[in-house]
């Protein structure tokens, strides 16, 4: 009778721990799933241009995995990039570039020197001095890539390669208006201090002689000015155009290009 009771109060024991096991790891099961769950989801999401979902997935992410967290930064600042809130994606990314691994370093890279590219883009025509220093913050970023994670004739040493293209293009573009108006501020001075010289010399006793040939000596400075900004303006336009194509391709690649409709590859 005794070993019956000994032995059933052993099953007990074993079964009260059996139970809290299985509870533990069935809990610990359901977190990972979870959190499984939420880091794919918010790929998911984004490549079906559901932004809005993204963000939410990639938030929970966060708040669930103390590992691998630049993945949900990444996912979440990308995502907050497609719609145009290029100040959160910022933060994320850069938040994201701080513990990245080296394998993931470079698409990190690429989508915030994007989100520095479209800064530069939004304030060109009001802060231009500050644009320019975007546009540089945004080459550097592209610059101090790792090779581990572009290696040559990659997806992402060219995309890397394309977005270095596309923003010295801007860059330039911006420098050639910045030239322009200046040049043409410069020229209107010019003209101005011809028209007072002209002027003393019809006040002036010299002969008629003479004011032909100033006249003649003005036309000719005149007509080489006209031909030097000519040449500006047609380099001017044609850095224009380039950056015009420029954002047609970047449409087509970039994140939030036509609209985010394309989402950039992720290396995990």
């Given at each position: 009778?005794?070993?019956?009771?000994?032995?059933?109060?052993?099953?007990?024991?074993?079964?009260?721990?059996?139970?809290?096991?299985?509870?533990?790891?069935?809990?610990?099961?359901?977190?990972?799933?979870?959190?499984?769950?939420?880091?794919?989801a918010s790929q998911v999401r984004y490549a079906s241009n559901d932004f809005p979902g993204a963000k939410k997935a990639a938030t929970a992410f966060l708040r669930l995995s103390p590992l691998q967290r630049h993945i949900g930064y990444f996912n979440r600042g990308t995502a907050e990039a497609a719609v145009g809130d290029y100040d959160e994606a910022q933060a994320d990314l850069e938040a994201a570039l701080e513990i990245a691994p080296t394998s993931a370093e470079c698409a990190v890279r690429i989508n915030l020197?994007?989100?520095?590219?479209?800064?530069?883009?939004?304030?060109?025509?009001?802060?231009?001095?500050?644009?320019?220093?975007?546009?540089?913050?945004?080459?550097?970023?592209?610059?101090?890539?790792?090779?581990?994670?572009?290696?040559?004739?990659?997806?992402?040493?060219?995309?890397?390669?394309?977005?270095?293209?596309?923003?010295?293009?801007?860059?330039?573009?911006?420098?050639?208006?910045?030239?322009?108006?200046?040049?043409?501020?410069?020229?209107?001075?010019?003209?101005?201090?011809?028209?007072?010289?002209?002027?003393?010399?019809?006040?002036?006793?010299?002969?008629?002689?003479?004011?032909?040939?100033?006249?003649?000596?003005?036309?000719?400075?005149?007509?080489?000015?006209?031909?030097?900004?000519?040449?500006?303006?047609?380099?001017?336009?044609?850095?224009?155009?380039?950056?015009?194509?420029?954002?047609?391709?970047?449409?087509?690649?970039?994140?939030?290009?036509?609209?985010?409709?394309?989402?950039?590859?992720?290396?995990?």
């Amino acid at each position: 009778m005794n070993r019956i009771r000994r032995l059933w109060s052993r099953l007990r024991r074993i079964t009260k721990i059996n139970l809290i096991l299985g509870t533990v790891f069935t809990l610990v099961a359901a977190y990972v799933g979870l959190t499984a769950y939420f880091g794919t989801a918010s790929q998911v999401r984004y490549a079906s241009n559901d932004f809005p979902g993204a963000k939410k997935a990639a938030t929970a992410f966060l708040r669930l995995s103390p590992l691998q967290r630049h993945i949900g930064y990444f996912n979440r600042g990308t995502a907050e990039a497609a719609v145009g809130d290029y100040d959160e994606a910022q933060a994320d990314l850069e938040a994201a570039l701080e513990i990245a691994p080296t394998s993931a370093e470079c698409a990190v890279r690429i989508n915030l020197s994007f989100v520095y590219e479209k800064q530069a883009d939004e304030i060109s025509s009001q802060d231009p001095d500050q644009s320019q220093e975007l546009y540089d913050r945004s080459l550097k970023t592209l610059d101090e890539a790792p090779e581990e994670c572009q290696p040559k004739k990659s997806e992402e040493k060219q995309k890397s390669e394309q977005a270095k293209d596309r923003v010295e293009d801007k860059k330039k573009g911006e420098q050639a208006k910045d030239d322009g108006t200046d040049d043409s501020d410069s020229s209107g001075d010019s003209q101005d201090e011809d028209s007072k010289d002209q002027e003393s010399d019809d006040k002036s006793s010299d002969g008629d002689g003479k004011k032909s040939e100033e006249e003649n000596s003005d036309q000719s400075d005149d007509s080489n000015e006209s031909e030097g900004r000519s040449e500006r303006e047609k380099k001017r336009e044609e850095l224009e155009k380039r950056g015009e194509d420029s954002d047609r391709q970047q449409q087509q690649q970039g994140p939030g290009g036509n609209g985010g409709r394309s989402s950039p590859d992720k290396p995990w």
